[in-house]
């Protein structure tokens, strides 16, 4: 839980930021390294994401045992930025050091001609150095050029250290890191070698969870161990720790989202589907249904035969075309939730939790584009059938910021409540009925159909757009007061 208090000033906080040039660059696994060695030598380590990944969070979690953030600079303002990223480095003990991992490539944001939404952005927001991760397979002098590219195309970004990855001998080493100095005054702190032991497990929606990949692999550990003790010894950590400490005090914000509410009688509880199928859930979305009031009790839709007893349901995102049949097969789950949707319980289900809640779910659609997707046999399954629809995986992509505003009252906000978050799916809803009923309205995005989202039966409500809940403000009081009013 947050501390009750909110203190005016600033707060000093140790901080880099992992950047690339593009995706595909090394910046997840080099960051997964560094957070072991630095957790590993006994240091309390705050990880962030900027963007709106799931999956990469869930591993920073794990290896540093404190609650990865995701700060965006589309979704948040400036302030909003900071509260995030300061109440995550002080929540659960203040940390001794900050490390956040960029999305794509440092200057990739929202639009052409400005850093919003961009890693850069967030650099400039927390005035913080950026150290940047260089794909160095089969270049040498032409790094000291990109490096160099990087550096002025923004004067107010400070790079001020490189990490060569995919390098391979030492006369590879020695000629890009003499190219770089050279040229740009910026020291290479890191020399990664090729090594195919570094990759971990990826499928379409980016890497394997973290819940699901120790479960389903045997050498998990062994594997994290290897990628920490690479970067341990290939990382000049106490360079980086410089760096980290040149940072200046933050400003906080003027308030700050993450602040106690009174609740008067019995907190009301909420089941959190969590499990290999429903992981995806920002951290920021549950501490602030408990700050609402909530309690929260987990439960998996895979393996537990029966639905707790709860006031209300948040399904999450994840893998359930994955576990397709593992879903269907756990009958007396699905008739609890039917049953309870139907005696109108409160239920929020975002992508995942939405096809899940309809009445069937096929993969393998054949004659269409995969879209690189995880094999899915051709296959249909009953799901819960709270929801109209039939869901078809594999041959529709959607990866956009989205835009939106409440057409109705729901477990979610007010009429009018309006909103910017994401949507990041593989599959459509079809055959829906001519008067199904929607509660959002978006003005960019996709959704279910026609720009509307929110398909809603009773007070259960499936959407494709996934919402921050330290964005979309109303998120935590609007779910939690909703469940107290139909409890």
Request: hydrophobic content about 35%; charged content about 25%.
């Amino acid at each position: 839980m947050s501390k009750t208090s909110y203190e005016a000033g600033k707060k000093d906080i140790p901080r880099i930021l992992l950047s690339a040039g593009s995706s595909s660059s090394g910046k997840t696994t080099i960051t997964i390294g560094l957070l072991a060695a630095l957790t590993e030598a006994g240091y309390k380590v705050q990880p962030y994401k900027v963007g709106l990944d799931y999956i990469d969070p869930s591993y920073y979690s794990e290896i540093t045992g404190r609650r990865a953030r995701n700060i965006d600079g589309f979704l948040m303002d400036d302030e909003g930025v900071r509260d995030v990223f300061i109440h995550g480095a002080e929540v659960e003990e203040d940390a001794d050091i900050a490390i956040i991992e960029g999305v794509r490539g440092l200057y990739e944001g929202f639009d052409s001609f400005t850093d919003t939404g961009s890693t850069a952005q967030i650099a400039k927001i927390l005035q913080c150095s950026v150290i940047l991760i260089v794909n160095a397979r089969s270049i040498t002098r032409s790094a000291a050029a990109l490096v160099n590219g990087f550096k002025d195309f923004d004067k107010d970004v400070n790079i001020a250290g490189v990490i060569l990855n995919n390098i391979g001998g030492q006369r590879h080493t020695k000629k890009a890191t003499e190219a770089i100095e050279h040229y740009t005054g910026i020291p290479v702190i890191g020399v990664i070698h090729r090594n195919n032991s570094m990759k971990i497990s990826m499928r379409h929606l980016g890497l394997v969870p973290a819940i699901e990949e120790r479960r389903r692999a045997d050498n998990y550990d062994e594997r994290i161990e290897f990628i920490k003790n690479t970067i341990k010894y290939g990382i000049r950590i106490d360079r980086l720790l410089e760096i980290a400490h040149s940072s200046p005090a933050l400003e906080r914000p003027s308030k700050t989202v993450f602040m106690p509410h009174e609740m008067e009688g019995k907190p009301p509880i909420i089941g959190v589907a969590l499990d290999e199928a429903f992981n995806f859930y920002y951290h920021d979305n549950l501490e602030l249904l408990e700050l609402a009031g909530a309690d929260i009790k987990y439960f998996s839709p895979v393996h537990d035969k029966k639905l707790p007893d709860v006031d209300g349901l948040y399904l999450g995102g994840g893998y359930p075309e994955l576990f397709a049949a593992e879903l269907e097969n756990n009958v007396s789950m699905r008739e609890d939730i039917l049953e309870a949707s139907r005696s109108g319980l409160p239920i929020y289900a975002e992508c995942g939790g939405l096809m899940y809640l309809t009445e069937k779910l096929s993969t393998g659609v054949k004659g269409q584009g995969t879209h690189n997707m995880a094999h899915m046999p051709e296959s249909t399954h009953d799901m819960v059938g709270a929801l109209p629809g039939h869901t078809l995986m594999g041959h529709k992509r959607v990866v956009s910021y989205n835009i939106g505003s409440m057409a109705t009252d729901s477990v979610i906000g007010r009429t009018g409540n309006a909103f910017r978050g994401h949507e990041f799916h593989h599959s459509e809803v079809t055959e829906l009925p001519k008067d199904a009923k929607f509660t959002i309205k978006l003005s960019r995005g996709t959704g279910i159909i026609d720009g509307w989202d929110g398909l809603t039966v009773n007070n259960t409500l499936g959407c494709y757009a996934h919402l921050v809940a330290s964005s979309y403000r109303e998120f935590a009081a609007s779910f939690v007061d909703f469940v107290v009013e139909n409890r």
